[in-house]
């Protein structure tokens, strides 16, 4: 998996394909993201000494991996800031980068 937290992805299939958000969350033994303000539902809470009031809040649920893509942050590159597939190259140091396939640009790690 190519994704990492705080990384804004855009959702490429199912009912809100286009939208885009941030990672709030990445299950990589479940291969699953949680994109903010994607997949949002309410969830029923009982009072307790956190909320004392209890009743809904609104959660994002986990969705695939495989249906949100990183977008290209290169200018030059002819799928600027539209969804591009990702390549793994190992850099100078040995560290792991993220690459666009389309122009080779690093996509970097968001903090
Ligand atoms: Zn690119």
Excluded at 9 to 30: H, P
Excluded at 75 to 81: A, L, P, V, Y
Aim: proline letters at 4%.
């Amino acid at each position: 998996m190519h994704i990492r937290r705080n990384d804004v992805v855009e959702i490429v299939t199912g009912a809100e394909k286009g939208r885009r958000g941030r990672v709030l969350q990445v299950m990589e033994s479940k291969n699953k993201v949680v994109v903010e303000g994607v997949r949002q539902v309410w969830k029923h809470v009982r009072p307790s000494q956190k909320n004392q009031r209890g009743g809904r809040i609104q959660i994002e649920l986990p969705i695939d991996a495989s249906n949100v893509m990183l977008t290209c942050p290169n200018r030059e590159c002819k799928r600027f800031e539209k969804t591009v597939r990702v390549a793994s190259k190992t850099g100078g140091d040995g560290s792991k980068q993220r690459v666009c396939r389309v122009c080779g640009a690093e996509i970097p790690k968001v903090l």
